[in-house]
C-alpha cells in the first residue's frame, strides 16, 4: 500500500471514530430536546456548526479515495493496452521481415531465370549450404547433387556473371570452385577489344588475367567474359571487369579483374547443366571422351 493510501485509509478511521461518537451525541439531544422544544432549534444550529468540518472532511476522504481508486483502474487499462499494441507490433513485424526475405528470394531467382533465358542454357537453381575461404581453397557447397542432372565441370552463374564450376559431386550436393581460387582459370576475352588471356584466382577477392600481350589494347573498366574456347564455360558469361593495369616483365601485361558477383555475398546461383559436357564436346571434336 502506497503512503498516500496509508494517510487516507487512517485519516477515514479517525474521521468514523468521530461520526460514531457525534451520532451517540445525536441521540441523547433527540431525546433531551423531544422533552424541551424551545431549546431545539439554537440546538440544532450548533449542532450543524460542529458537524460541518466532518462532513466536509468525509465527503474530500470518499473524493479522494475514489479518485485513487479511478486512477488506479485507469493507469491498470492503460498497461494492458499497451501491453496489447507491442504484442501487435511484435507480430506486424516478424510477418513483414518475412515478407521482405520472401521479396529478397522471389528477385534473385527471377535474376537466375533470366541468366538461363539470355544464355539458351538450361539449368537448375541451387542454395549455398556452406562456404569455404581459406588460404588452400576458395569454393561453395551447393544444395544440388548428381540426382539433379549436375556434373563434374557444370558451371556455376548467379545474375551478375560467372561464379566457378563444380569440381565434386554427390547424388544431394556439389561443390563449385570459386573464379578465386588459386587453381581456377578461365579462359577470357574483352568484350570491345578482343584481347585474349586466361582469368586466374589470386586467393583474394580480385583476379589476375594472364597471358595478355603488351600489344593488346586493354584499358581500367573494360568487361572481361568468357570465351568458350576452354571447352569448360559457355561463350560469353561476364568474369568481371579491368580494376589495374602495369606493364608486365617481357611479353604480357599484369591486369587485375574485379569479379562481377560479389562471392563471399552468394546465396544462390544457377547450374548450367543444359550446356555441353568436357566429353561431349571431345565427342564432337571427334576425340575420345572420358
Avoid at 166 to 190: E, N, Y
Wanted: net charge neutral; charged share 20%.
Amino acid at each position: 500500500m502506497s503512503p498516500t493510501t496509508k494517510a487516507f485509509v487512517e485519516k477515514g478511521r479517525k474521521a468514523a471514530g468521530t461520526a460514531l461518537a457525534l451520532f451517540l451525541l445525536s441521540t441523547l439531544l433527540s431525546a433531551y430536546t423531544a422533552k424541551r422544544p424551545h431549546i431545539a432549534g439554537s440546538l440544532s444550529g450548533a449542532f450543524t456548526e460542529v458537524l460541518y468540518p466532518l462532513l466536509s472532511s468525509i465527503s474530500s476522504l470518499r473524493g479522494g479515495v475514489g479518485g485513487i481508486w479511478d486512477g488506479y483502474i485507469a493507469l491498470r487499462g492503460v498497461k494492458e493496452e499497451n501491453h496489447e499494441l507491442r504484442r501487435r507490433l511484435e507480430v506486424l513485424e516478424a510477418q513483414n521481415s518475412r515478407l521482405l526475405e520472401l521479396r529478397h528470394e522471389n528477385d534473385r531467382l527471377r535474376g537466375l531465370l533470366k541468366v538461363g533465358e539470355e544464355t539458351q542454357l538450361s539449368g537448375v537453381v541451387a542454395d549455398v549450404i556452406g562456404y569455404e575461404a581459406s588460404n588452400w581453397v576458395q569454393a561453395i557447397t551447393l544444395n544440388r547433387g548428381s540426382a539433379d542432372g549436375v556434373w563434374v565441370g557444370t558451371a556455376a552463374v548467379d545474375q551478375e556473371g560467372l561464379v566457378g564450376r563444380v569440381i565434386a559431386v554427390s547424388p544431394s550436393t556439389s561443390k563449385v570452385l570459386l573464379i578465386t581460387d588459386p587453381t581456377s582459370g578461365v579462359d577470357a576475352i574483352a568484350q570491345d577489344t578482343r584481347a585474349h588471356g586466361v582469368v586466374e584466382g589470386n586467393g583474394s577477392t580480385l583476379c589476375r588475367w594472364r597471358f595478355v600481350l603488351n600489344d593488346d589494347e586493354v584499358k581500367i573498366g573494360d568487361r572481361i567474359i568468357t570465351s568458350g574456347m576452354d571447352g569448360l564455360f559457355p561463350k560469353g558469361l561476364l568474369v568481371g571487369v579491368v580494376s589495374a593495369i602495369e606493364p608486365g616483365d617481357g611479353l604480357f601485361q599484369s591486369v587485375d579483374v574485379r569479379p562481377a558477383v560479389r562471392l563471399p555475398h552468394l546465396e544462390s546461383v544457377l547450374l548450367l547443366t543444359g550446356a555441353q559436357r568436357p566429353k561431349d564436346i571431345l565427342a564432337d571434336q571427334g576425340g575420345r571422351a572420358p
